[in-house]
């Protein structure tokens, strides 16, 4: 069995702290050896990159190095961190002049650049990489089936860049172990707002609500992310949202580790982190 | 290989009608052929059906912007046979799939001063971005993802006026800090305009071409780290 760092030092923790609950949950109830990264640097998004490249790619590159030196690879169970690690990974193996650039930086730190590391996906995890588990097993856990529900699957406009590393389909195949049924909307791929936030947090939120209104009429009865952003952007934010769209939207936000130990059968509120979100899950 | 599209096509005639409305076509055409054969073919069945013509011609399928020129092939591997054809803006349609391209235009003028009119061919071709974007729609003024894409070359190729251009670009209120992602709103995909996005942001905050609220907050963001 491969072992792994969870990488649970998401952006904006104080509005993500939900996912971070369910995530820790799941893998210790999964018995995955998937300790909490310590000492990894804090996932900025990949916002970041158009700021200062160069500081982004020593930021995770860091983090890379941190982990392969242990001989973890790293467990994101969400989408911003997943692509930020992988999407560093990946550029530094392709340009050597930015891996040079990069590991001089590094050796500032006292850290010899290291990418014997692999980046893993929740999804990826649960249906690729362990042994043990596969869609079968998954299935086998489920004691309370989605069956009468349908949600509203969310991968905003950063899975263009995830794409290259995981299959989006993974998600898809999750969702059926679970029974939960997905409701056809266009805005699965249009962005939440998250990006322009700090440029303008009123064009943040026309977005977000934009996407949130066009899950709400057609017909889901949650919202599932597969980025902090977004969980930032439809729980955190719902209320501001639903201000200047002139709407009611109240609808439940959840992630994929939270959906999942529902289905499991796990009913503490406190326990998953579903008392922590913004908008009531009136789904127990 | 010819096969059967089920098609809804975006209808408006800004001189007659109120609103517009979508027409079901079901038409077999053959595979290979492009998108410009098809939307003639909607025109040999309805003469009153207009659309763009020209290298510029573009439109947007099942939501993605694309030019007319791209292979029906691709776009029904990719789109299934169940298409929905409407003009680049729905908002800025005058005659079916044709817009009024105005606002695009007035976004050139904005640089205009600092390139060559031979320039100007370049900026064309990135018209789709500029109508792919979903902050055209909700932020009056926004410079568009073509103006931007235009801009990082230029900068490349008039490098004596980079500090001028990304003036223009860095506006707080209307410029490159407000660009979403577009990869999936663009055919083929618009990840090559995005890289060029993601390199003039980072030219910005680089040069830092004049006092600028936004360029400051985003150096602090940076220096924190």
Partial sequence: MKNYFLFDTLIQREKTAPMITAARKLIELLGIDAPSFKGAKADLGSEFMGLDKLKFLEHYAYNLTLAADQKRDILCFEQSSFISHAQTKDMLINDANLKFEIAGRLEKHNLSLNLDVQVVSLEQLLLEELEEMDTEKLTSLVKHPFGNFQAALFFGSNACRARKYRKEELVTRLLDSVQLKCVKHESSHESDGFEVYDASSSLAKKLAAKAMLDMFDNAADFVLVCDARSFIMFDFYQKELEKISGREIGLSVLSLAELLLLAFGETSKKAIGLDQHKVAISLI | ?225
């Avoid at chain 2, 680049?88 to 007035?106: C, G, H, V």
């Avoid at chain 2, 663009?186 to 360029?215: F, Q, S």
Wanted: negative net charge; aromatic residues 12%; contains cysteine.
């Fill in chain 2, 1 to 225: 290989m010819e096969c059967k599209l089920a098609l809804s096509v975006f209808r408006f005639d800004a001189k007659t009608d109120f609103l517009p409305y979508y027409k079901k076509h079901f038409i077999t055409i053959d595979r290979s052929l492009s998108v410009n054969d098809l939307l003639a073919k909607i025109k040999t069945e309805d003469g009153s059906f207009d659309y763009p013509k020209g290298d510029l011609a573009a439109l947007k399928i099942n939501g993605k912007a694309l030019f007319s020129n791209v292979s029906l092939d691709g776009i029904i591997n990719s789109f299934g046979n169940s298409l929905t054809l409407e003009p680049l803006s729905t908002k800025r349609a005058t005659k079916d799939m044709i817009i009024n391209t105005d606002d695009f235009y007035e976004r050139f003028d904005l640089l205009d001063a600092y390139v060559d009119g031979k320039d100007r061919p370049l900026f064309e071709h990135y018209m789709i971005y500029h109508y792919a974007s979903s902050v055209l729609d909700l932020h009056e003024g926004f410079q568009g993802d073509a103006l931007f894409a235009f801009a990082y070359d230029m900068i490349h190729k008039h490098p004596e006026r980079k500090r001028e251009i990304l003036e223009v670009v860095a506006n707080e209120h209307t410029g490159i800090f407000l660009h979403v992602k577009l990869c999936k709103k663009i055919y083929p995909c618009g990840a090559d305009v995005e890289k060029k996005i993601t390199e003039l942001k980072n030219e910005v905050m680089k040069l830092k071409p004049y006092p600028n609220t936004l360029v400051e907050k985003f150096s602090h963001h940076i220096e924190l780290l």
